[in-house]
Structure formats: structure tokens, C-alpha cells
T-cell receptor, first 110, second 114 residues
Framework: DAKTTQPTSMDCAEGRAANLPCNHS???????VYWYRQIHSQGPQYIIH???NNETNEMASLIITEDRKSSTLILPHATLRDTAVYYC???????????FGAGTTVTVRA | GAGVSQSPSNKVTEKGKDVELRCDPI?????LYWYRQSLGQGLEFLIY????????KSGLPSDRFSAERTGGSVSTLTIQRTQQEDSAVYLC????????????FGEGSRLTVL
């Protein structure tokens, strides 16, 4: 019973913005959208999270649609080191565990 | 500062042997999680600790798996009588308060059961 839907894979050009979509049409009003990534042979790494408003940090920007049924993670200037599996997760902040799906395998090409 | 530390990074064992995997969380983090990731698969939740107690052990796949945490810090995941299907990367994560939003993961312990 997946709460999010992401493309299986996508390619991005080095130096260009990478836009990663995520659908979460059944999200409830108090659930947040979290993004993690997992570089090969490493543990997952937190990227960003948001509720309603768009969020930006040093790693990425998160754009959430007004109806909150989908979101986009933006890597503004993709580098080869951004090649990873990116996970979009919907969860309550007081839910102590996160459920990781299959994610999107992003390959940044020179 | 130090992140989540796991040991061993790699472990090869024979079927039927017991193994222990260790996790040192970030200092001060009260919540600790164990996940498992089989080859090419997503993360599978195993167990959650808040302090030394484990409110949720629902993800442990069988009674061969157990975990403990002492002093609100180090945790050990023990797998008894290992089977080939136990081969996976075992990941540990911690958070300051047990709210799952931002998990800090270790590099994982890769277990191979021959």
C-alpha cells in the first residue's frame, strides 16, 4: 500500500537542474513529505522535508503543489556525485519510523 | 562531529553461525533504528528503540533476530543460526528524540551468509 509514486529511473545532465517528481495523492493534512537519497554503498542521507510551503536548503529545493498531491525535488546544479537513489516519503512527524519505497534511481551524466 | 558508527562493515559467516552487529548512535540521540536492505531492494524496518526500551519490534523477521540497547547508547543486533536469506546490509539510524523526520544513518554492516 504505497503512499508515494516515483519514476523508476531518470537521467540528468551534469550542471543542469534535476527535477524529481513524486505523487502522493492520498496524503493527509498533517503528513509531511520527506526526501532522502542513498548513494551507492552508503546509508541513506536526509535531504529536505516540508508540509505545505516550498522549502530550500543547501542541498535542494522542495516544491509542493497547492493541493499537496504531488511534489518535486529540485537539485539546482546536478553533479556526478548526486548520482543516487532518491526516496520520497510521506509521514507524520510523530511517526517514529519511515517507510522507504523503491525510489528513483538518478544518474547524472557528464 | 561523529556520525552513526557501525561494525563490522563487512561480515562473512557460515550458515548456522550466530552473528552480532553493533551500532554506536550519535551522542545524545535517544532513538535508534535498525533497518535491513537486501540486494537491490528497499529498506525494511526491523526495530526501534527509545532509550533502552524497544516499543516496536514488529519488523524482526523471526525469533532468530534480537536486539538490545544498553545505557541508552550502543545497540547490538544478534542473528542466531544464520540462514542464506539473512544476507543483506543492516543499517542503523538515530534521531535526537524519536521523531522520524530526520534519520541519521550509518554506513551499514554487510552480512554474507555462505
Amino acid at each position: 500500500d504505497a503512499k508515494t509514486t516515483q519514476p523508476t529511473s531518470m537521467d540528468c545532465a551534469e550542471g543542469r537542474a534535476a527535477n524529481l517528481p513524486c505523487n502522493h495523492s492520498t496524503i493527509s493534512g498533517n503528513e509531511y513529505v520527506y526526501w532522502y537519497r542513498q548513494i551507492h554503498s552508503q546509508g541513506p542521507q536526509y535531504i529536505i522535508h516540508g508540509l505545505k510551503n516550498n522549502e530550500t536548503n543547501e542541498m535542494a529545493s522542495l516544491i509542493i503543489t497547492e493541493d499537496r498531491k504531488s511534489s518535486t525535488l529540485i537539485l539546482p546544479h546536478a553533479t556526478l556525485r548526486d548520482t543516487a537513489v532518491y526516496y520520497c516519503i510521506v509521514s507524520l512527524t510523530n511517526d517514529y519510523k519511515l517507510s522507504f519505497g523503491a525510489g528513483t534511481t538518478v544518474t547524472v551524466r557528464a | 562531529g561523529a556520525g552513526v558508527s557501525q561494525s563490522p562493515s563487512n561480515k562473512v559467516t557460515e550458515k548456522g553461525k550466530d552473528v552480532e552487529l553493533r551500532c554506536d548512535p550519535i551522542s545524545g540521540h535517544t532513538a535508534l533504528y535498525w533497518y535491513r536492505q537486501s540486494l537491490g531492494q528497499g529498506l525494511e524496518f526491523l526495530i526501534y528503540f527509545q532509550g533502552n526500551s524497544a516499543p516496536d519490534k514488529s519488523g524482526l523477521p523471526s525469533d532468530r533476530f534480537s536486539a538490545e540497547r544498553t545505557g541508552g547508547s550502543v545497540s547490538t543486533l544478534t542473528i542466531q543460526r544464520t540462514q542464506q536469506e539473512d544476507s543483506a546490509v543492516y543499517l542503523c539510524a538515530s534521531t535526537p528524540q524519536g521523531l522520524a523526520g530526520e534519520l541519521f544513518f550509518g554506513e551499514g554492516s554487510r552480512l554474507t551468509v555462505l
